[in-house]
């Protein structure tokens, strides 16, 4: 496929949303250009824009705070004996690590984009 750039106004875009009524903006753009004759998809509920918006918002913060990254040296400190701490705060240190990246991983399923 070969990417059409569209330049619109807030205005234009907003009714061309409108038109499409819950189709994305390429297939109705094609259907309308080309006279296909498309199903119309159902639109999607607007929780489900905002639930993804809400765990895109959560997966940007985590990637931004560097929690991860330093809870991975904390850990990598006291396995190689760089840092004094106990067994009982090695294990609470790998399981933060453990909770984070499970988080990241649903996150991201949430979003789609675990493939």
Not at 14 to 28: F, H, I, P, R, V
Not at 40 to 57: L, M, N, Q
Not at 79 to 94: F, H, P, S, T, V
């Amino acid at each position: 496929m070969s990417p059409v750039t569209l330049r619109l106004t807030a205005q234009e875009r907003e009714k061309l949303e409108e038109l499409a009524a819950g189709m994305t903006l390429s297939a109705y753009i094609r259907a309308c250009v080309f006279a296909e004759e498309t199903k119309r998809r159902k639109k999607r509920p607007k929780d489900v824009i905002a639930d993804k918006k809400a765990a895109a918002e959560a997966l940007a913060l985590l990637g931004q705070s560097r929690i991860a990254s330093n809870l991975n040296q904390l850990a990598y400190q006291a396995n190689i004996g760089g840092l004094a701490i106990e067994d009982e705060e090695k294990a609470q240190l790998a399981d933060a690590t453990a909770h984070l990246t499970a988080i990241r991983a649903l996150l991201l399923q949430a979003l789609g984009k675990d493939r």
